[in-house]
């Protein structure tokens, strides 16, 4: 299939979006090209976490970055609006990138509360009480949501898993965002339309389950959505335990319509696991 070719059909009620670096990083280690062309020919409307030096092959195959990654150096989500010491920083890098989507037109960039301790790279260094880590946040937050509200583009803050311990994409102990109900409190008290929920549904089960109650509780909070199988952060097949048309069709069914970006480390072909990912999803 080339550029000029139609995507796959879809049902068009799913905005399907792929996650550039579980592609790249991983497995057969596909180009930044091979990404964008492969979703396109699966009938996705977008690549995400893809770096804006990538963002021309976006534009040749009639894709955007659903979401883009917000600038920080190292693992991106160790530093964040948690710890006041990173507010400069993190405001600084994510405001670039905000100007960077704004001009290319695409829709979102995501952000993190960061590790819970006062050193993100040394637990014995003292953890940041809850409340200060809410306070720290909401306040970082609404020093750049105005920005983000007249750059137009929308500051989507992640729930992430604490359990998984087995690989360093998989899970990410010493997050301080690992429960969904505190992330969605900080996201309530920023008040913004520019600042919503980043809903991962592989993170919420592991955390919490009851995937599509939580869905009808903060659908007016959700700005962005991930899938991957769960345990294992798999491809969205059999062996995992995620009933994804159910969840899905629960999303569809609060008029949901974001990017679901597909964000699972493929443990096989990836195309297949893609394909899988795609058709399952697509309800």
């Known amino acids: 299939m080339t550029a000029d070719e139609p995507k796959a059909k879809l049902k068009g009620r799913v905005n399907h979006s792929v996650a550039f670096w579980c592609f790249n990083a991983r497995g057969e280690q596909w180009s930044a090209e091979k990404v964008c062309s492969v979703t396109r020919d699966l009938g996705g409307k977008a690549v995400e976490l893809i770096d804006p030096s990538e963002w021309h092959h976006l534009k040749k195959y009639d894709l955007v ?5 917000n600038g920080m150096p190292g693992a991106p989500f160790m530093r964040g ?9 993190v405001i600084t890098t994510t405001s670039k990138t905000i100007d960077q ?28 009480a809850p409340d200060d880590a809410f306070k720290s946040c909401v306040a970082g937050l609404k020093k ?20 998984d311990d087995t690989d360093p994409m ?28 980043l809903f991962d549904f592989y993170h919420v089960q592991l955390m919490h389950g009851d995937l599509i109650r939580r869905v009808e509780q ?25 009933n994804y048309p159910a969840v899905l069709r629960k999303l569809v069914s609060t008029g949901y319509t974001g990017f679901v970006g597909h964000e699972f480390i493929p443990t096989r072909d990836p195309l297949a696991g893609l394909k899988q990912a795609i058709e399952t999803c697509d309800v």
């Not at 609006?81 to 920083?89: G, K, M, S």
């Not at 989507?156 to 359990?163: A, G, I, P, Y």
């Not at 959700?222 to 059999?238: C, K, N, Q, S, Y």
């Open 65 to 69: 970055c659903g979401l883009a990654a």
């Open 81 to 89: 609006f948690n710890n006041p010491q990173f507010h400069d920083e």
């Open 101 to 128: 989507c704004a001009d290319a037109k695409f829709p979102n960039v995501i952000a993190f509360t960061g590790y819970k301790w006062v050193n993100p790279d040394d637990p014995a260094s003292g953890t940041i």
């Open 144 to 163: 750049l949501a105005p920005y983000a509200e007249k750059k137009g583009v929308t500051v989507c803050l992640e729930h992430l898993n604490t359990r």
């Open 170 to 197: 998989k899970g990410h102990p010493g997050y301080g965002g690992d429960d969904l109900e505190f992330v969605a409190s900080i996201v309530k008290a920023v008040g913004s339309p520019r600042v919503k929920l």
């Open 218 to 242: 903060h659908k007016e909070l959700i700005g962005h959505v991930h899938t991957a199988g769960a345990p294992g952060r798999g491809e969205l097949d059999e062996n995992q335990e995620i």
